[in-house]
C-alpha cells in the first residue's frame, strides 16, 4: 500500500505542470482536467503582460524587428530564459541576459550585431530613472577647486562607450558595420528626473573615466595625465582648456563639486 500524496505536493505539481505549458504552449502538454478556454486566457494574458512591458522597455529594438519578429523574441525568451527576480522593474535587465546568452547559441546566428548593444542602450535610461543613487552619497563642495581638489562625479552620469551608433539606429538606418572609431555618449538624470543624453568627445570620455578610476587624484594630476596619455605637445594650455572643461561639467550637474570625503574613501 502506497502513502497518500500530500495535497500541497499535487497542488505545486500541478502549478508547476500549468506553468510550464503557459511558457512553451507548442511544445508542452497542458495539465489534465483544465479547460482550453482557461488555458487560452492564462497563456494570452501572461505572455502579453510581458510582451507590453518590455515594448515600453525597447521602443526602438520592437520598431526595428517589426511586429512578427519582436514577438518572435519576446516568445523566446519568455519561453527560455530562467528569470533571476520576478520584479517587474527588472524585466529589462532579464531580457539583456537573455541576449547575452542568445548571442552565444544558434538562436542569435541571425540577430544584427548590434542588437544587445541597442538594448543596453535603451535600457540603461530606465535603470538611471530607477537608480536609487543620490548626489549627496558622497560629501563634496560644491564650490571645491576643481584643479587643487578631487573633482566627483556625479553617481546619476554615467558615461557609456558602444561599437555601434546606437543612438541613431531604427527602422530606417540599420547599418551593416561599426563605424571606425566608437560612439561615446553620457546619460545623466536631472534635478526633475528626466534623463537626458549628451554626446562625448573621446577626451572628456576619459577624462570621466579618470576621475572614476582614481578619485584621490586632483583635478590637475587628472589633466596631467591625460595629458600625457593623449601626448598634448602644450600641457599648460591642455591644463587649461581640461579646468575649462571641468568647470562646464560642473555647471552642467555632470560634475557636482570636489570630494570632502577622505582620500582613499572613494
Known amino acids: 500500500m502506497t502513502a497518500a500524496t500530500p495535497p500541497e505536493a499535487t497542488l505545486l505539481a ?3 505542470a500549468l506553468a510550464a505549458h503557459i511558457r512553451d504552449p507548442d ?3 497542458p495539465p489534465a482536467g483544465v479547460e482550453e478556454r482557461r488555458l487560452k486566457i492564462y497563456r494570452e494574458l501572461f505572455f502579453n503582460n510581458v510582451e507590453s512591458l518590455l515594448a515600453g522597455n525597447f521602443p526602438v529594438l520592437r520598431r526595428v524587428c517589426g511586429d512578427d519578429g519582436w514577438r518572435t523574441l519576446v516568445r523566446a525568451f519568455y519561453r527560455d530564459h530562467d528569470c533571476h527576480t520576478p520584479l517587474f522593474t527588472e524585466l529589462a535587465r532579464e531580457f539583456l541576459r537573455y541576449l547575452d546568452e542568445r548571442a552565444d ?4 546566428r541571425d540577430d544584427p550585431p548590434w542588437l544587445r548593444e541597442l538594448a543596453h542602450y535603451e535600457w540603461v535610461e530606465l535603470a538611471l530613472q530607477i537608480s536609487e543613487a543620490r548626489p549627496d552619497d558622497i560629501a563634496f563642495d560644491p564650490d571645491g577647486d576643481l584643479l587643487a581638489g578631487r573633482p566627483l562625479v556625479s553617481p546619476l552620469a554615467w558615461p557609456l562607450a558602444y561599437a555601434w551608433p546606437v543612438h541613431r539606429i531604427g527602422p530606417g538606418f540599420r547599418p551593416d558595420a ?3 572609431t566608437p560612439t561615446l555618449l553620457m546619460l545623466r538624470r536631472e534635478a526633475d528626473g528626466a534623463v537626458s543624453f549628451h ?5 572628456a570620455f576619459r577624462l570621466l573615466q579618470r576621475l572614476e578610476e582614481a578619485p584621490d587624484l586632483s583635478g590637475r594630476e587628472q589633466l596631467l595625465g591625460l595629458a600625457a596619455e593623449a601626448g598634448a605637445p602644450d600641457v ?3 591644463v587649461a582648456d581640461g579646468a ?6 560642473r555647471a552642467e550637474g555632470t560634475i557636482p563639486g570636489t570630494r570632502s570625503d577622505p582620500p582613499g574613501q572613494g
Not at 575649462?244 to 561639467?249: P, Y
Open 105 to 108: 547559441g544558434e538562436a542569435g
Open 14 to 16: 500541478q502549478q508547476d
Open 236 to 238: 599648460e594650455a591642455f
Open 27 to 29: 511544445r508542452v502538454a
Open 244 to 249: 575649462a572643461l571641468l568647470a562646464r561639467m
Open 178 to 180: 561599426p563605424p571606425d
Open 199 to 203: 554626446a562625448l568627445t573621446p577626451l
